[in-house]
């Protein structure tokens, strides 16, 4: 008995078993006030004013019409890109290739930006931009699932390393082929007419994000294809012995998954740079990582959660603007925030056993 | 459980009053001998180099503009990319009131000019660049300055350091190898290194140069890579034009000698660098704002030199120049500035053999290949007096290029 004791660490972990849907948002809520707590820590070491600091967060991404437009605009390709991701990481197929995936879909939209743009119409343009952006994103996706499923590869290492070339790519472009003036490094600017019209003073890509929301929600759910997505998610074994064709369902899966990465690409491109250079995806093919597995990859979910990370990078901006913080004080306010969300899903789905506790259960 | 969410609901209250009672909105600035002025940064002072000197400029300017009963209100902003965020960075400067806002970087232009027509009433100023002051809108503006005249001189000190090591036989007369680390085979670093080419070569007639391109106009390792692989092609002489201190540091360790770029580079390379020569964009700041507040007009295209004090020299390393450099110096400096030295004097340089004769300056129809106004005349390639940007792209006869950036 005693030494049984002994053993029994300090702290177990035990999968919960229910969790009423109060307590789990409870949970949530208490995460993000911890982060903010937490954040307040390293601007008190820089010498601001937290709260100040926080009201300046909100001001700079919402209080005007220009900075809310900019907020949006910075929400757009990471709720594309989440939405993207949803179904691979249904699949437990674990894609964190979208940077590359949007980077192809970038390159082949302004293909067209730069050498079509005076020999097509402005709206056939932007539809043959978005077609190609999609098809050399879901063929740059592909690749990987291809190797997956034949040969059963690491996809994380393999699209992971795949976004490297892509970037390469953009790279070689931007200082060869591509470049305007002569060392300059800069692909010149889209022409107007390969450029996205803007709805309520915002690129109409929010458009395209909001019905992809409403179609992804309607493919995860509510098709036989989504349903053999959840089935491999959770045991392949199982959807082979229900006769689902494995490897063509992940090939299948990653076109579409890198097909909207690569129209978001597009989105990018022609809806907010106007030009193309290797750090267009910018991060948003990890980020909306974090904003898939927040939203628990429900896709209504997702447009909240790329809003929050929206006002955070855009209010983060002003606030080093304003207060002189370094751009880097900002970033680690973020990172406590993005912590704390995800850590609270572990508490959400396991709970914490100290040794004490199970003596007395023992004695009881 | 009920205790711990009614904790949460408080905690939640609490830190939503504490948004709602944050920071008001700071309104612009009334005053009209106040004015709110925007820079946005490539880089950050830590570089030492190129961000560094805009910053000195920033705090000359506000000095020199205090004493004339005008204060300044700066927003800076550092690191930020060559690419749309920088489009943020200037709309989110124009929203928080700047009236002017300089972008420090040669590549934010077309970011910059993006967000113009929205700003009519605010004045946007591109450094190095070249588009906003002819693109016909009157609030976007170029500046930059002639930094060849101060390669030249810094050539000239390298040269006479160069010709002192031959006449006392420490090396041969064609072992006399400048080594240029460049960032990119580009107008602007190309005119440079062949000013500083002819500044050595008026005072070292067997001097040679070998150029090597980084590919990134600030990365440490690969400028440290390459001065060190020019040093191993026999070059005693290090250069650069690239934004960091460590083309002064391998040429310290290799024992050859340094002229830099930016910054004074004695201090951390006091046995190897000799001199350095920077923009002094003070001046410019100076007069632009001063304009601006005076309700004048800021020039769409500006560029000085050293006559005007906006290229200057940094202090001479005395204890390893050579005799006498200091004198020549001051003597070259006089020339260049009353216009009696041209720094690209056609008699002084050959291209395929050949005496140039003829090369266009600027493009007007935007193919990036320059197309009009011809550069050449009264015996000399004039530089930056069609546009403030360099424009000098010749390739001329004496410099090895080993490879080439674009």
Not at chain 2, 215 to 224: C, K, L, R, V
């Amino acid at each position: 008995m005693n030494t049984a004791e002994n053993r029994t660490p300090l702290i177990r972990l035990a999968k919960r078993t229910e969790m009423s849907r109060r307590n789990m948002w409870l949970i949530r809520v208490g995460s993000i006030i911890i982060a903010l707590i937490l954040g307040c820590i390293p601007m008190l070491l820089t010498g601001n004013n937290p709260f100040e600091a926080y009201g300046v967060i909100i001001q700079g991404s919402v209080s005007r019409p220009v900075y809310l437009k900019q907020t949006i605009r910075t929400a757009i390709p990471l709720l594309g890109c989440a939405l993207a991701i949803a179904p691979c990481f249904k699949m437990k197929f674990w894609n964190i290739g979208a940077e590359g995936q949007i980077t192809m879909g970038a390159v082949f939209a302004t293909y067209f930006a730069l050498f079509w743009s005076d020999k097509i119409p402005h709206g056939l343009l932007l539809i043959i931009m978005a077609l190609s952006g999609a098809i050399a994103g879901g063929l740059w996706a592909v690749i990987p699932a291809f190797f997956k499923a034949k040969w059963n590869t690491n996809e994380t290492l393999f699209t992971l390393m795949m976004n490297y070339i892509a970037i390469g790519i953009v790279a070689w472009l931007q200082g060869g082929p591509w470049e305007g003036r002569k060392g300059s490094q800069l692909i010149p600017m889209f022409s107007d007419s390969a450029r996205l019209p803007t709805v309520f003073g915002v690129n109409c890509g929010w458009i395209i994000v909001l019905v992809l929301v409403v179609l992804m929600y309607i493919y995860m759910n509510k098709t036989k294809q989504g349903y053999e997505i959840a089935v491999i998610g959770d045991s392949v074994n199982t959807a082979r012995y229900a006769g689902m064709n494995v490897g063509w369902i992940i090939v299948r899966t990653m076109f579409i998954s890198g097909a909207i990465s690569g129209v978001v690409g597009f989105i990018i491109v022609s809806g907010a740079n106007f030009t193309l250079y290797s750090g267009v995806a910018d991060g948003v093919g990890f980020t909306s990582i974090t904003v898939a597995w927040l939203s628990q990859l429900n896709s209504f979910a997702m447009i909240a959660i790329s809003m929050i990370l929206a006002i955070l990078e855009k209010g983060s901006n002003t606030l080093q603007t304003r207060m002189e913080v370094p751009a880097s004080i900002a970033d680690i306010i973020t990172g406590i925030l993005l912590f704390c969300m995800l850590s609270c899903e572990f508490f959400i789905n396991y709970r914490l056993i100290f040794r004490h506790k199970e003596k007395k259960e023992v004695t009881a | 459980m009920k205790k711990l969410s009614f904790i949460l609901i408080v905690l939640m209250l609490l830190s939503g009053f504490a948004f709602a009672s944050g920071s008001g909105e700071t309104a612009a600035a009334t005053d009209p001998n106040t004015v709110k002025v925007g820079l946005l940064c490539i880089g950050d002072e830590n570089d030492q180099g190129y961000t560094y000197n805009f910053i000195r400029g920033r705090d000359e300017a506000t000095e020199m503009l205090k004493a004339d009963g005008i204060n300044v209100e700066w927003v800076t902003k550092f690191n930020i990319g060559e690419d749309a965020t920088c489009t943020d960075a200037n709309i989110e400067a124009a929203e928080e009131g700047c009236q002017i806002i300089i972008n420090n970087s040669y590549g934010f232009e077309p970011f910059m000019l993006e967000v113009v027509d929205e700003y009519p009433e605010i004045e946007f100023i591109s450094c190095t660049n070249c588009a906003s002051a002819f693109d016909g809108r009157d609030n976007t503006h170029n500046a930059f300055a002639n930094i060849y005249e101060g390669r030249y001189i810094a050539g000239v000190v390298a040269g006479m350091k160069l010709q002192q090591m031959i006449d006392e036989g420490q090396i041969a007369p064609e072992e006399a190898i400048i080594g240029y680390v460049g960032a990119y085979s580009f107008a602007e670093v190309i005119s440079g290194f062949t000013s500083y080419f002819l500044g050595a070569r008026s005072v070292c007639p067997s001097v040679t140069m070998k150029v090597s391109f980084v590919g990134s106009w600030s990365d440490a390792t690969a400028e440290s890579d390459a001065a060190l692989a020019l040093v191993d092609q026999g070059c005693v002489m290090i250069s650069q034009h690239s934004d960091n201190t460590t083309p002064a540091t391998a040429a310290q360790s290799r024992g050859v000698f340094h002229t830099g770029y930016n910054n004074d580079m004695t201090g951390i390379a006091p046995n190897a660098s000799l001199i350095s020569t920077r923009i002094d964009w003070g001046i410019y700041f100076y007069e632009a704002i001063k304009a601006y507040v005076n309700g004048e007009k800021i020039p769409q295209d500006w560029c000085k030199g050293m006559a005007d004090g906006a290229v200057v020299m940094t202090q001479l390393n005395e204890a390893i120049a050579a005799p006498g450099t200091a004198e020549k110096v001051a003597e070259v400096e006089a020339a260049i500035a009353d216009g009696s030295l041209q720094v690209f004097d056609t008699s002084t340089f050959t291209v395929g053999g050949e005496t140039l004769t003829h090369a266009f300056a600027l493009d007007t129809d935007g193919d990036f290949t320059a197309d009009s106004e011809e550069a050449v005349y009264d015996g000399a390639f004039h530089e930056s007096v069609f546009q403030s940007a360099p424009y000098f792209t010749v390739q001329i006869d004496g410099i090895e290029w080993l490879n080439a950036a674009y």
